[in-house]
């Protein structure tokens, strides 16, 4: 195998490590692209072999880069890489900042945490940041451009001691509330709370047996009728939040700080929890609703429905009542909900996933 002036060989092996799930998603589309984007970006002087592999990564969010590296390195092939590039949906965070990469040029290692690249274009941003470290990896910066580097798709570089006659390895962050935001952004993608309304089927069942009752009762016609834009908006917000808290209290998913878990990281997982079980929450909402218009269209007839409102029906009576009935049906999905097997509810709670990670190191 030939090598380069700087030494490294010139076909290069590239190993992809990824946690289960969305990262081995994402590990598998970057990898069908990463020759060809390397070459672009590199220049064509090297041949890429890329190569993906699943495994967790089972390690504490603050974990400094010398234990990153050996949790990293067990789970790279024995032979046969030159780079090693983790992939984990872990959120990782150096005090409050988002931590989006770990470099050590020395070892030819780097660890990528998905949540803080953002809840958008996460394939293409996966991409042009393995690209990044890949770069950094075979390129170290030099001393002059270590202190306030920046890379776009990663962030800002924070450097740390190095032992004599090594590279120091490096964190790059996402500072301030824009890195906050994204990291939170990123949790709740990596949760892939569309998924949780296909897991509650009997969520599902009971909200719509409770809509099919109110389609058929002239009471709520009137009371839909009557009640006007705001009070239907608050009765909404009101049954979404009832049914996604309905959830959370009911399969246990918040959670309390102590032990491995700190009240800052808590806090985050918690807020994660909400935003993913409400997401989740609105999407079976939605779903209700075009249902449930479709359906008043065809069963209600405008004659009895014009006895019960005093006027012919007209498109947006229909839809007020879908969004009454809509609204109202969310209570009967609570009950549902409390039927639903709780490891299949719990796949939406970033702690869960965490403590059963670290469970089984």
């Excluded at 990123?186 to 909200?207: C, D, E, I, Q, Y």
């Excluded at 389609?215 to 939040?241: E, F, H, K």
Aim: with cysteine; proline share 6%; hydrophobic share 45%.
């Amino acid at each position: 195998m030939g090598e380069s002036p700087r030494g490294y060989a010139l076909d290069m092996r590239v190993t992809l490590v990824a946690d289960p799930d969305l990262p081995t998603e994402l590990a598998m589309r970057v990898a069908r692209d990463l020759p060809g984007r390397l070459r672009q970006r590199l220049g064509p002087g090297l041949d890429w072999e890329v190569r993906t592999y699943t495994a967790p990564l089972a390690a504490e969010e603050q974990v400094d880069i010398s234990a990153m590296l050996t949790a990293v390195r067990p789970q790279l092939p024995e032979s046969g890489w030159d780079i090693g590039i983790f992939l984990t949906d872990l959120p990782r965070r150096l005090g409050l900042d988002a931590v989006s990469a770990e470099v050590s040029s020395d070892d030819r290692v780097a660890l990528l945490s998905l949540p803080a690249l953002g809840g958008f274009q996460l394939a293409g941003r996966t991409l042009e940041a393995v690209v990044d470290v890949i770069g950094l990896l075979l390129h170290p910066p030099t001393s002059r451009d270590r202190v306030a580097g920046e890379v776009p798709v990663i962030g800002r570089r924070v450097t740390r001691d190095a032992e004599p006659g090594r590279i120091a390895p490096d964190r790059y962050v996402m500072p301030g509330l824009r890195g906050r935001m994204r990291l939170l952004a990123g949790m709740v993608r990596a949760n892939r709370p569309w998924r949780l309304f296909t897991s509650l089927s009997r969520a599902l069942a009971g909200v719509f047996a409770t809509a099919a009752f109110g389609v058929i009762n002239d009471t709520a016609w009137q009371l839909s009728n009557a009640l006007d834009a705001w009070r239907q908006t608050l009765i909404m917000v009101l049954s979404v939040l009832a049914l996604a808290a309905w959830i959370i209290v009911d399969h246990e998913l918040w959670e309390r700080p102590g032990g491995w878990l700190p009240k800052a990281r808590a806090r985050l997982y918690n807020t994660v929890t909400l935003i993913t079980i409400t997401l989740g929450v609105l999407c079976l909402y939605a779903v209700l609703f075009v249902v449930l218009t479709g359906v008043g269209a065809l069963v209600l007839v405008p004659g009895p429905l014009a006895g019960r409102l005093n006027h012919r029906p007209s498109v947006t009576d229909y839809l007020t009542l879908a969004w009454f009935l809509t609204s109202g049906a969310m209570v009967g999905g609570a009950f549902g909900s409390g039927l639903e097997d709780d490891g299949t509810v719990r796949k939406a709670a970033y702690g869960h996933r965490q403590r059963d990670r670290l469970a089984k190191q």
